[in-house]
Every structure is written in C-alpha cells, then in structure tokens.
C-alpha cells in the first residue's frame, strides 16, 4: 500500500498559545466523574461508532467530537436513546477545543474513522497525519497508545501510513483491506455506504512505542 514516490515533509509546530478558547464547563464537570481512562474520536458524524463503542466498553470514557450543527444534532437524538454516562459529546472543532480542554487528560485511543481527505494539495496540511495539531494529540496519548485510521481513499491511506511510521515514529499494529465481501459489521455510515459502493476500505491501528 505504501507509495515509495511520495515523500514526507515537515509538519509545522503547533502553538497553543495562539488559541484563547476558554475550558468548556460542561466537559469538566463530566470529568469530575468520569475519572477515565479516555479514549477520543474527532468526526463522530451522528455518532454511530461512539455510541456502539461506548456501550461495549462501559469501564471506559469516549470523548467524541463533532463540528458539523446538522450531524451533532443526530448524534445528541440519538444519544438521548441511551444511558451512556461514560460517553462526552462536544459540538466543537478540535482545533479550537482541544488544546483548552485535554491539557491533563492522557488518551489510550484515538479514532479517525473517514476523515476529509482533503485532497487537494493546498489543504494538505489539513490532513490528520500532516496537522500541526496532531503534535499535540500525540503528546497527550499514552505510551502503548493508538491510533486508529480508517479510509476509502487510497492515496490517504498510503500518504498516512508514510507519515505515521516514519514522521510519527509510530509502529503499526494492524494493517487491513476491507471489502463487503471480507467486512460485514459497519462502524460508521460512511463505511456502510463505501462498502455498499464496492470500495475498499483501509484499516489501520498504530501504537505510540516510544
């Protein structure tokens, strides 16, 4: 899967001084009792693979992150369907949200489950694996930590795998092709509707060794 042509360049430093955000409330009166461990996905959609995840690890807290009102909206509806203390739903961008309100919270997951390719090469730097951002939340995930990245789009999947093992310094623990044929228990809706389209899809889970 990996594309030996392509080349890895410098992921510019993040500076959290330059954000003002203030601690949302709400999140730290939930961590008051929800004393972990965490786990966070950013782009939860309408929360299909939060909520089924937060059900079958309930030892465990979710912090799920959606910044789309329309998707948020869905995902609360249907949070309200389910007792689910140790789940955290925030309508907020990650880069705004983030820095003011893990900065004591270390992280055993994180979940990238289709996230915007951002294919053109301008926005490149908006791509998970080349964002300043993703300095920070290394530094907050725990040694023995993951990464889990899934996407339909090839070249995402080989550029990241690029820059996760050799910028990042992470090891992959799984490498997968899933296809309809292979796959049959969909986490989000994006990977229904991929693998009812005949796409693969591309799993990956990497650990944080050093």
């Known amino acids: 899967m990996l594309n030996e042509k392509a080349q890895i360049q410098a992921v510019r430093p993040f500076d ?3 954000l003002a955000k203030q601690p949302d409330l709400e999140f730290t009166t939930w ?8 786990s966070l996905e950013i782009g ?18 979710l912090i799920s992150l959606e910044r789309t009102k329309t998707k948020f909206a869905k995902f609360k509806q249907r949070q309200s369907r389910h007792n689910l203390n140790n789940l955290f739903l925030s ?11 893990l900065t004591t919270i270390t992280l055993r997951r994180v979940f990238f ?7 053109k090469e301008r926005q490149a730097n908006k791509r998970w694996h080349r964002s300043s951002l993703f300095h920070f939340i290394l530094d907050r995930l725990s040694l023995g930590g ?28 799984r490498q997968e092709v899933l296809t309809q044929a292979t796959f049959s228990e969909p986490r989000t809706h994006f990977e229904k509707k991929y693998l009812n ?8 889970v990497f650990r944080k060794v050093k």
């Open 146 to 173: 993951t990464i889990h990245l899934a996407t339909n789009e090839e070249f995402y999947a080989s550029e990241a795998q690029l820059y996760f093992t050799q910028f990042w310094n992470l090891d992959i623990e």
């Open 91 to 101: 309508n907020n961008d990650a880069l705004d949200w983030l820095p003011a309100n």
């Open 31 to 38: 961590l008051r009792t929800s004393p972990g461990p965490y």
């Open 197 to 204: 389209r005949g796409h693969n899809l591309y799993d990956f």
């Open 44 to 61: 939860a959609g309408v929360g299909w693979h939060s909520i089924q995840w937060a059900q079958s690890h309930p030892q465990e807290n």
């Open 113 to 119: 489950l289709y996230p915007n390719p951002y294919p």
């Open 16 to 18: 959290a001084k330059t």
